[in-house]
């Protein structure tokens, strides 16, 4: 490609959110007809650079950017997501930008669309225009034919198949006459792998005319097909930025997972469990974002039993599913007795707790106080803190007293008292006495969805000795959802990887990284749960 | 909102033709009011007040394409017509009829127009009518104009939102 | 959406429109009334509440449902003929000018009503529903105390004997039927008037043309997904207040056509249903909340005031009131309205239970869900 202007080249992007560092210093350029392969786990920055690329009036809001953004050479300063537009960068989202009830065609030049005066232009304004369907329609097929696909252009969107869509949403990108540069977010998700190679196959095409390509993707192998280059972000920073000549999945799958920083474990020694606990056979929830399409696995007594993946790919559904916060079916058997799904009280009752990942949301009662948030599920579902008057209770404020100044002793939840509002703790407190709420229920089966999400890493320690503890001196059985691998592998004796909703593999905590990377990458490993529980 | 379809500067062209469209909007507004003012005639076969002009003693009036009015001295009569300007035919006794154009005022809905006086030709042979007393207002029919009267005419129960402020008259 | 007509759920799909039609029938027989009676009752009543009902369309193709909003317009059209009778003027001059004359209050209301509404997205129906009921507070005030105290009244005969305020009934004999008369086509022992017809084809027409325009494809892109909308750049909340607006002038220029057919008007109680009737009407002839058509809109008419002519003699006929089938009439609008919000959201869920069937991976499922 010898020595041309990068069409557009990145410079030394640094962003931080209120301090928190999110990208330092990246800088890489894209050359005309180049296909860049962007890789990282969730929480590296793709999504953020991306947003300062578009120039979305977020990074704005949160204080703006550091470096530079040149395109031909030039340095541009996009306002909003239309500057882009313009200057010639077509983006494909991951949720799809597209209105069902339309054609392919009028998705397609969609307020694009050709049109001829009409008498009441005078009057009304330009919009009074009558839309000249035939041109649309020439348009939309000019588009269909450069990127080298077979759509219908008079299909309506939602009677298409979802590879389709993914196809028609790239024909609207490149049918700005401008448009340069694509960026393309996980288009292959949810495509089919012969959908997903008809687009690689029409992405080289794209390539081959011009237009510049950034490739977003945790399918690791396609990266290495289509991408000329690959860039790895891992943490912010660009830890590898090299032609994918001789690259393999495994190199990537490591660039993206490896850490300096290893939560260290505490006990090394392999426990071995004898009875299942929980069993859960074909599991599907429909969590939106979240969908878990086809789970099954088992869970024995005293294990800690770690669920990981990227985010959206279904890890979160799982929990939510179980406790019946969102609509789902399939089979789980607790002790060998059916759970009910969709019936949150009986799964409650029967000794399953929760503690959700949406702590604000689903976890606390932010205007009571400590106590009532600690006592208030064990006093719903098992009559506990209750005095018994006949044919009314009341609450035994003394007992309920007795249990949070117990917890806030354990857990060392920083607070003023018993009765202070639990909207006035850090996160990492409010977790705790989320967490401190589930135990009072003395549940058999714990699970907990990201328990260390947007705490400090002082309180992601406790929070971690806390489960561990009650682990090991209760017996309590956990199944713990994180997305982060590190503190899944500190005190998880078994951990599964989610992958667009199914279980990718399940691997002991003391794995190689690049084993979890290829899981998470959908690059399924050999290893089954066989051979683990042997 | 961000537009991309920023909206086009109104040429002198749109301006034109919204400003000729506003001018047409208020001018088809003001013929439907000239055309369609309704007026009330109160027609006179009196004599003036200073008693210099004498009521015929038989005189037939046609409006416009009305019915004709026979009126004898002292009469007085009404029609109603629409928009200002109307030809009247004036017989009196057994001459020749004499056509004349008249221009009601426009803004009056009752006026008294005096044959003599027209036929006199002394101004002014209309004037607004004033009532001596005011007449009582016709009662008020608390008609429903709620449409599902019953076609065998039994009134429609009152709508259960009926305006608790509607006001009861005297 | 696509997929085999069963019997089922054609039923499914157009229970209210076959509810209608069995009550309707059955009904026939003890109201008494003759055919040619009902059928000229039904001529006259297309003529007088289609146009309202039409003004309905547009905001449904804008995903804003259904407008209960177009009560703000039906008020300006009341206000507009109040100043029609009080100059005077006679026929269709009289309700041209009432139109004109309100258009700018009309816009006003509909420009108010579409920001509230954008204030409210996704619950533009009981916003607007409220919003009619406190409009209705500001347009008693003005009608009942600033007519005729600060703005002058010429016409006595309209105003209440205290000197201000405008009358309860206001008689509107100068321009009653105007425009059905102006062109009455004798078709047998049938009237059909052809002006208000006229008027209202050339309505339809406007829809359907306005459908074809860049803002009609706007509208509908807006409706479908307001976030795509704004993402690929259509100015969503302007595009919202527009379809208001437009709908708001239709409910003033449909009220008037409306109130001349009636011949008197309730000063302070003709628009209180207007929205009510003219919503239970689409939805009887199958509209949705976010569904409708021209045709939705014509059989409706057609369906509700066939009821509503039948159902009083037959209550006359079998209970021995009339009374009863008055309570009839609005037992039934009110339970169109539900039937058809219930409906809706059920059919909603079917569809997305349906959708959901096609998370089970690997499953039987998945292959039953893929079949439908």
């Given at each position: 490609m010898g020595q041309e202007t990068p069409l557009l080249s990145l410079q030394n992007i640094s962003k931080d959110f209120y301090g928190t560092v999110v990208l330092q210093d990246v800088s890489f350029d894209v050359k005309p007809g180049e296909i860049i392969g962007l890789v990282g786990e969730n929480g590296a920055g793709k999504t953020t650079l991306m947003r300062i690329l578009f120039g979305m009036p977020v990074i704005r809001e949160t204080g703006g950017f550091k470096g530079k953004i040149c395109i031909d050479g030039q340095e541009v300063s996009f306002t909003s997501p239309f500057d882009a537009l313009d200057a010639g960068i077509g983006m494909s989202h991951q949720e799809f930008s597209l209105i069902p009830g339309f054609t392919t065609t009028e998705n397609i030049v969609l307020n694009r669309e050709s049109m001829k005066n009409s008498p009441l232009n005078d009057v009304f304004?330009?919009?009074m225009s009558i839309l000249d369907r035939m041109d649309m329609r020439k348009r939309a097929e000019g588009s269909i034919v450069k990127l080298g696909v077979k759509l219908d252009p008079d299909m309506l969107v939602s009677e298409m198949p979802v590879g389709h869509k993914q196809f028609t949403e790239i024909a609207r990108e490149i049918n700005r006459e401008k448009t340069r540069l694509l960026v393309l977010d996980e288009p292959t998700a949810v495509l089919t792998e012969t959908e997903a190679e008809v687009l690689i196959r029409a992405l080289r095409q794209l390539a081959a005319q011009g237009i510049s390509i950034i490739f977003i993707s945790h399918r690791l192998h396609e990266i290495i097909e289509v991408a000329d280059r690959v860039v790895v972000l891992r943490d912010g920073v660009i830890v590898k930025d090299t032609p994918t000549e001789g690259v393999t999945v495994r190199d990537i799958a490591s660039w993206m997972v490896?850490?300096?920083?290893a939560t260290e474990r505490v006990d090394e020694a392999h426990r071995y469990f004898e009875e299942i606990i929980l069993s859960v056979k074909h599991l599907w929830v429909d969590q939106p974002g979240e969908t878990v399409r086809d789970v099954s696995f088992q869970v024995h007594k005293g294990e800690i039993f770690g669920i990981g993946g990227l985010a959206g790919q279904g890890k979160l559904g799982i929990p939510n599913g179980i406790m019946g916060l969102f609509p789902g079916g399939g089979e789980v058997l607790l002790h060998g007795k059916p759970a009910p799904l969709n019936d949150p009280r009986t799964a409650l009752q029967m000794g399953m707790a929760f503690v959700s990942e949406d702590r604000r949301g689903v976890g606390l009662?932010?205007?009571?106080t400590l106590e009532w948030n600690i006592a208030f599920t064990a006093m719903q579902?098992?009559?506990?803190y209750l005095k018994n008057f006949g044919i009314f209770k009341i609450r035994d404020e003394s007992a309920m007293k007795k249990l949070t100044e117990e917890y806030m002793d354990i857990l060392h939840i920083k607070c003023?008292?018993?009765?202070?509002?639990?909207?006035?703790?850090s996160g990492g407190n409010q977790q705790k006495i989320c967490l401190a709420k589930a135990f009072a229920i003395r549940p058999d089966v714990l699970f907990v969805s990201e328990p260390t999400r947007g705490i400090d890493i002082g309180a992601k320690k406790l929070v971690l000795d806390a489960l561990h503890k009650y682990n090991r001196d209760f017996g309590m059985t956990i199944v713990m959802v994180s997305s982060e691998l590190e503190e899944l592998r500190a005190i998880c004796d078994r951990i599964a990887i989610v992958d667009e909703g199914r279980i990718a593999g399940t691997l002991p905590p003391t794995a190689e990284l690049a084993e979890f990377g290829l899981l998470m990458a959908g690059e399924r490993s050999a290893k089954s749960e066989e051979a683990l529980s042997a | 909102m961000n537009g991309v379809n920023k909206e086009s500067k109104v040429g002198p062209r749109r301006m034109l033709v919204r400003g000729g469209l506003a001018v047409v909007y208020i001018a088809v507004m003001v013929m439907a009011f000239i055309l369609g003012k309704g007026h009330k005639i109160l027609i006179d076969n009196k004599d003036s007040q200073d008693g210099a002009i004498k009521a015929f003693e038989n005189v037939n009036v046609t409006i416009d394409s009305q019915d004709p009015i026979d009126f004898m001295a002292g009469d007085r009569d009404q029609t109603s017509v629409r928009s200002q300007w109307h030809t009247i035919t004036i017989k009196v006794g057994d001459q020749q009829p004499v056509v004349k154009k008249v221009t009601l005022p426009l803004n009056e809905n009752v006026v008294l127009l005096s044959i003599p006086k027209l036929m006199a030709n002394v101004e002014p042979y209309v004037v607004p009518f004033v009532p001596a007393d005011e007449p009582p207002p016709p009662a008020d029919n608390s008609g429903n104009s709620n449409e599902f009267t019953s076609p065998t005419g039994t009134e429609a129960p009152a709508a259960p939102t009926a305006p608790a402020a509607a006001p009861t008259n005297p | 959406m696509s997929g085999k007509m069963t019997p089922g759920r054609f039923l499914r799909e157009n229970a209210v429109i076959i509810i209608f039609i069995i009550i309707t029938l059955a009904a026939i027989q003890p109201s008494g009334l003759s055919l040619t009676y009902i059928v000229q009752e039904l001529l006259t009543r297309l003529g007088r509440n289609s146009f309202l009902v039409l003004a309905l369309l547009i905001p449904i193709y804008a995903g804003m449902g259904l407008n209960f909003g177009m009560t703000l317009g039906a008020m300006a059209g009341q206000i507009g003929l109040i100043f029609a009778i009080n100059y005077n003027i006679t026929g269709v001059n009289g309700l041209l000018f009432a139109v004109l004359a309100s258009m700018p209050l009309a816009i006003l209301m509909g420009y108010i009503c579409g920001v509230v509404l954008n204030n409210a997205k996704g619950r533009e129906m009981v916003t607007g529903f409220i919003l009619a009921f406190f409009m209705d507070g500001i347009y008693q005030f003005f009608v009942l105390y600033t007519l005729g105290y600060a703005v002058p009244m010429k016409n006595p005969a309209i105003v209440l004997s205290r000197g201000y305020g405008i009358r309860n009934t206001l008689n509107l004999d100068i321009v009653r039927q105007s425009l059905d008369t102006w062109w009455m086509l004798k078709i047998g022992p049938f009237s059909l008037p052809m002006a208000s017809y006229l008027v209202i084809v050339v309505l339809c027409l406007f829809i359907v043309w306005f459908k074809k325009t860049k803002m009609g494809q706007d509208m509908r892109a807006v409706g479908h997904d307001m976030a795509v909308a704004n993402s690929s750049g259509i100015p969503v909340n302007r595009t919202r207040i527009i379809a208001i607006i437009i709908s708001t002038v239709f409910a003033c220029i449909g009220q008037v056509i409306f109130l001349q057919n009636m011949g008197n008007m309730a000063t302070y109680g003709a628009h209180t249903q207007t929205a009510f009737f003219a919503v239970a009407a689409i939805l009887v002839g199958g509209a949705s909340v976010k569904k409708a058509s021209l045709a939705n809109v014509f059989v409706g008419v057609v369906l509700l005031h066939a009821l509503f002519v039948v159902t009083p003699n037959a209550g006359q006929k079998v209970f021995g009131q009339a009374m009863i089938g008055e309570y009839f009439r609005q037992f039934i609008g009110y339970g169109v309205i539900a039937l058809s919000l219930v409906l809706y959201a059920w059919r909603s869920r079917k569809e997305a239970e349906r959708q959901r069937e096609g998370l089970r991976g690997g499953t039987a499922a998945a292959a039953q869900g893929g079949a439908k």
């Open positions: 304004g330009d919009r490896g850490r300096h920083v009662l932010l205007d009571e579902i098992q009559n506990k003023t008292g018993p009765k202070q509002q639990a909207k006035e703790l | - | -």
